[in-house]
């Protein structure tokens, strides 16, 4: 089975600062993994997705996350964080069977410092 | 282009009561699917719909919950009778044409909050 773990529950960085939120991933076969962001009153939004092509992935809003399959792990960075990245995180992976079906990490709640 | 619509944003009923929830995904998107999150908990997938089959419903709770797509557009999620533990944020989801969702991004609405006092 499929699962992943966020390994913070609140991470807290002052702005201008490298942000660094952590997933660790177990999956049976290469996954799909993606990181998902939710700020406040505001739908889930997709910030970047790993499908097994290159292992280092950009996304939006100058947010990066690296696949290590060694460490099974897909930690999303971003080197300078802005005062508009305070929301709540998602590391999520693909069920088998690739459809829509996502499993989804516990959420971290970034808060950014002035 | 509208996104994936939800309604209501907040209901608050009573246990025993009755709630239905209305999303209306992104025109075109045959697939749609519900999640949700209680409090303090990940959020957990319910159902998929393609077009208005219900092609895996493996994360519905119980029979309290009934979801729905007639005609293959918007979608409703009934619970009936509530109960406190399906207090939480109900999420729904669209992507693209059956045959596109290996690789198709979902597009999620903003959520349902469901407060059941």
């Known amino acids: 089975a499929q699962s992943v773990t966020q390994l913070d529950s609140h991470v807290s960085v002052s702005e201008g600062t490298p942000v660094l939120l952590r997933c660790n991933y177990s999956?049976?076969?290469?996954?799909?993994l993606f990181w998902y962001v939710q700020h406040p009153n505001k739908g889930l939004q997709l910030l970047l997705k790993?499908?097994?092509?290159?292992?280092l992935v950009k996304g939006i809003n100058g947010f990066e996350a690296e696949f290590k399959k060694s460490e099974t792990s897909f930690h999303l960075t971003k080197p300078s964080a802005h005062m508009s990245d305070a929301a709540e995180y998602f590391c999520v992976v693909r069920g088998f069977s690739n459809t829509g079906k996502l499993i989804f990490g516990q959420g971290t709640t970034l808060q950014v410092k002035p | 282009e509208a996104g994936v619509t939800q309604f209501p944003s907040h209901s608050v009923i009573e246990k025993g009561q009755t709630v239905t929830l209305r999303c209306d995904p992104i025109?075109?998107?045959?697939?749609l699917y519900w999640y949700r999150r209680v409090m303090g908990k990940e959020i957990k997938f319910l159902l998929h719909f393609v077009k208005e089959s219900k092609q895996d419903e493996s994360g519905m709770p119980n029979n309290r919950f009934l979801a729905e797509r007639t005609g293959g557009t918007y979608s409703t999620l009934k619970v009936q009778p509530a109960e406190l533990e399906d207090s939480g944020v109900y999420f729904c989801?669209?992507?693209?044409?059956?045959?596109?969702?290996?690789?198709?991004?979902?597009?999620f609405g903003e959520g349902s909050r469901l407060t059941v006092l």
């Open positions: 025109s075109g998107h045959d697939n």
């Open positions: 989801a669209s992507s693209h044409p059956a045959g596109q969702a290996g690789t198709g991004e979902l597009f």
């Open positions: 790993y499908t097994s092509a290159a292992t």
């Open positions: 999956s049976s076969y290469s996954p799909s």
